[in-house]
């Protein structure tokens, strides 16, 4: 595992983050909502969504999105931020949705057969690691930069993560 990856899921990979997430309307402009986002080791992010949720609709239109997350706290701004390019996808697959769900989401599901309940998986393929007045450094999977790739599996790396 790279340096510059090891220090990208140091931001990440430990607990859930308030992060930024932005799609595109159908128009073309661009909508950003917060989200709770969970990192794999694999670098795939997930958060749960309504089904009903404009995002969910804005997804399947247009699956490139784009995560903002890593500064817990606003007087820390000396640490680093993460500016991550993705395909994401929305799923109401069984058993993603029960890997994914823990007790902090009762506040708006019922549990994981929740039927308004679903997951956004975001598969990175580019990642900015960023710290103020440092040179941005950029991750792409694989070095490995294929156009726009498509998540064969969104879930296999998860359930195996978390297992």
């Known amino acids: 595992m790279s340096d510059l990856k090891d220090r990208i899921l140091d931001v990440v990979i430990h607990q859930p983050m308030l992060s930024g997430f932005a799609t595109l309307t159908a128009d073309g402009k661009p ?35 784009h995560l903002t997350c890593g500064i817990p706290d606003p007087s820390k701004f000396h640490l680093p931020y993460l500016q991550i390019q993705g395909r994401a996808v929305f ?31 975001l598969t990175a393929y580019r990642i900015e690691y960023t710290r103020v007045g440092e040179p941005v450094e950029v991750w792409t999977r ?11 599996n969104p879930t296999g790396a998860w359930h195996e993560a978390h297992s």
């Open 91 to 121: 799923t109401t697959d069984a058993a993603e949705r029960e890997a994914f769900w823990s007790d902090r989401l009762k506040v708006l599901f019922t549990g994981p057969d929740d039927p308004r309940y679903g997951v956004v998986v």
């Open 31 to 65: 909508w950003v909502r917060y989200v709770v986002a969970e990192a794999s080791k694999d670098l795939t992010f997930r958060f749960t969504s309504f089904k009903t949720a404009r995002k969910v609709d804005q997804i399947a239109q247009n699956a490139e999105g």
């Open 142 to 152: 694989n070095d490995e930069v294929h156009d726009h790739p498509t998540p064969t």
